[in-house]
């Protein structure tokens, strides 16, 4: 008798903040998994078509995870247009909550438009910034300085973009729909440092900065240029009130309510996260 092997899902960005995770629930669902990224071993380079077919061998479904450089470029589309021909019969889309106020965006476009059954995935930005990204350094050195003012963003737990992504990649019911993401409530980042400094009995302070003054110290720090001021000008915008909205896709698409930023930072204090750095002594 002859067993068929279901076709693996193809996850791009694998070792990423939601890929990771997408990843680990298909491997606990038993589902066959294909984590790629340029350092996993299914090596994925957007900048490298010929790692593109390898991927896309045999798999069934992808998780698209286009990196903020390709956001508008034609990689996204010719990748697409090559999964389709490689017989890939789902795409699950991670984009970005408000990414269509300025129009539709490319990578959007080309997933509509790619003739199989789509998902796109719109989160806010993640509450893990805070302790996976570019926040972490500055929250245990006791101070995070942001150009976002007292603006609210609804955070959204990554957990929680992962269970939709890993629902939209393995069930029927989700084709054709845009879930835009977000946490049950907006808060500051004066808010969110604060909860975080009362979880972990530390002092922790938020302070605001210009945009101009973040975008040259990220680049200080190695931040390319454009991805610099890009960060500025989104933080800026959430110091104008673009976050400060809930919207209704985790229960759409789960059936229940988003994680809590406090049960997040609650779970990630417990579990050891932002350590006091050691103190050094000069010798």
Same mark, same amino acid.
């Given at each position: 008798?002859?067993?068929?092997?279901?076709?693996?899902?193809?996850?791009?960005?694998?070792?990423?903040?939601?890929?990771?995770?997408? @990843?680990?629930?298909?491997?606990d669902l038993r589902l066959p998994v294909r984590a790629?990224?340029?350092?996993?071993?299914?090596?994925?380079?957007?900048?490298?078509?010929?790692?593109?077919?390898?991927?896309?061998?045999?798999?069934?479904?992808?998780?698209? +995870?286009?990196?903020?450089?390709?956001?508008?470029?034609?990689?996204?589309?010719?990748?697409?247009?090559?999964?389709?021909? !490689?017989?890939? %019969?789902?795409?699950?889309?991670?984009?970005?909550? =408000?990414?269509?106020?300025?129009?539709?965006? *490319?990578?959007?476009?080309?997933?509509? #438009?790619? =003739?199989?059954?789509w998902t796109i995935l719109r989160p806010s930005w993640?509450?893990?910034?805070?302790?996976?990204? %570019?926040?972490?350094? *500055?929250?245990?050195?006791?101070?995070?300085?942001? /150009?976002?003012?007292?603006?609210?963003?609804?955070?959204?737990?990554?957990?929680? +973009?992962?269970?939709?992504?890993?629902?939209?990649?393995?069930?029927?019911?989700?084709?054709?729909?845009?879930?835009?993401?977000?946490?049950?409530?907006?808060?500051?980042?004066?808010?969110? @440092?604060?909860?975080?400094?009362?979880?972990?009995?530390?002092?922790?302070?938020?302070?605001? +900065?210009?945009?101009?003054?973040?975008?040259?110290?990220?680049?200080?720090?190695?931040? /390319?240029? #454009?991805?610099?001021?890009?960060?500025?000008?989104?933080?800026?915008?959430?110091?104008?009130?673009?976050?400060?909205? @809930?919207?209704?896709?985790?229960?759409?698409?789960?059936?229940?309510? *988003?994680? !809590?930023?406090?049960?997040?930072?609650?779970?990630?204090? !417990?579990?050891?996260?932002?350590? #006091?750095?050691?103190?050094?002594?000069?010798?």
């Open positions: 008798m002859n067993v068929t092997t279901p076709a693996p899902t193809l996850v791009l960005g694998a070792r990423g903040k939601t890929g990771r995770r997408v @990843v680990a629930r298909l491997h790629a990224s340029r350092s996993a071993p299914t090596r994925f380079d957007w900048d490298a078509p010929g790692t593109w077919g390898p991927a896309l061998e045999r798999a069934g479904a992808v998780y698209l +995870v286009p990196p903020t450089e390709h956001l508008d470029a034609s990689p996204v589309e010719d990748f697409v247009s090559q999964a389709v021909k !490689a017989g890939v %019969r789902r795409l699950v889309l991670l984009s970005g909550r =408000g990414a269509d106020h300025a129009g539709e965006p *490319p990578v959007e476009r080309a997933v509509r #438009e790619s =003739g199989i059954p993640f509450a893990q910034n805070f302790s996976e990204d %570019r926040f972490l350094e *500055p929250i245990q050195a006791g101070e995070l300085a942001l /150009p976002a003012g007292e603006g609210r963003e609804a955070f959204v737990d990554t957990d929680d +973009v992962a269970d939709v992504a890993v629902a939209a990649l393995t069930r029927d019911g989700h084709a054709g729909e845009v879930y835009e993401l977000s946490g049950p409530e907006p808060l500051s980042f004066r808010a969110a @440092v604060s909860l975080i400094a009362e979880a972990t009995g530390r002092r922790i302070g938020y302070r605001h +900065v210009n945009a101009g003054e973040y975008a040259a110290a990220q680049a200080a720090l190695g931040t /390319p240029a #454009e991805m610099a001021a890009l960060l500025a000008g989104l933080l800026e915008g959430i110091g104008h009130g673009s976050g400060d909205y @809930v919207s209704d896709g985790v229960h759409r698409a789960l059936g229940r309510a *988003p994680r !809590a930023f406090d049960d997040y930072v609650k779970a990630t204090a !417990a579990a050891g996260g932002w350590p #006091e750095p050691p103190i050094r002594h000069r010798v």
